[in-house]
């Protein structure tokens, strides 16, 4: 029998070994590697030699590892925080009890001892953000009111949909096709064209710029669905379509018809660290299947983030791409649907039917 337990979902677990068996820096902070062997609990980047599989057990913090008895490696030192980290952690908790709006940088590198310039370096490290924008949410109180209850820093962050290239907890998205950090706010420097197609489901808004898929939209009237794309990108360039899109609005088309993926829909979007999380863990639920919302935190080894896991399934701006619809309560009640809940319900009901 075995005697570690850890949350993490078998799919996530794979992508996790891969990470480890590069060495994979970037992977560093988004979870750790305890050593069944040894009791021994490393960073994935650790340059020791790598344990077999059967004998790793992931977990995402140095704590929960230590609950099962393993202790931190003296090669990578898993439980050290990089001083990049302990440095914002300092200077944030210096702002959050600060209530004065204005940021002045250079009191507040003299008060930690430490350069403005290596400060600003470790807030776009740890945070992805200026220090003038975190400053600016800091100003939100729920932010602030996260950090007295004692949360970590990146998780008041993408909770209050700050970091969006945050990289504590950024990982390859080659899967999603997305970018991110390219796009500001309202969509500025994109250019999107958007094709209105007839689908079992009334009209579907497909919009996409060079590199991917960026909104997909349901719904009865052309107009709506235009002016709600305005909305969602009011900075960037909107036009209907040339040719180049229609593969991709053709492929949207047959998944609403309940067919099975024939390619592979690169996306372009804006979003937060987590939002990606959240959107990625969705494309791995099967077609005919659904999960709850519960269940989607749980396999991110976030239990706790399910309201969070609901806001991103309701901000999702590319549905049937990112299955949002298979999400569905602890009950077995639908939840909602940003385009109504009978186009949820008769989606499922075609993808159940077309899996028999
Ligand atoms: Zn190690």
Known sequence: MDQHESSISPSVASRYWEATQARDRNADGTFILGVRSTQI???????????????????????????????????????????????????????????????RLGALAEKLETTQGTLRRAFRQVTGLAPRELAEALRIKKFKAM????????????????????????????????????????????KIGYTVAKSPLGKVLVAATARGVSAVYLGDAEGKLVAELREEYPRAEIAPA??????????????????????????????TAFQRRVWQELQRIPRGATRTYAQVARSLGRPKAVRAVARACATNPVSIVVPCHRVIRQDGELAGYRWGLSRKEKLLATERAANK
């Open 242 to 271: 040339a040719d180049a899109d229609q593969k991709w609005v053709k492929e949207i088309v047959q998944r609403i018809e309940g067919k099975q993926p024939a390619m592979e829909l690169p996306l372009d979007l804006q979003a």
């Open 41 to 103: 609990y490393c960073r994935p980047s650790c340059p020791a030699r790598r344990p077999l599989r059967k004998n790793v057990v992931f977990f995402r913090t140095g704590e929960e590892a230590e609950k099962q008895g393993f202790r931190p490696c003296l090669r990578c030192r898993p439980n050290e925080v990089s001083g990049a980290v302990a440095l914002v952690e300092k200077a944030v908790k210096q702002l959050a009890d600060v209530n004065e709006d204005a940021l």
């Open 147 to 190: 950090l007295r209850a004692g949360s970590k820093i990146t998780d008041a962050l993408y909770e209050t949909g700050y970091g969006s290239s945050s990289r504590v907890y950024e990982r390859s998205n080659a899967q999603l096709g997305m970018t991110p950090g390219t796009y500001q706010k309202g969509g500025k420097g994109m």
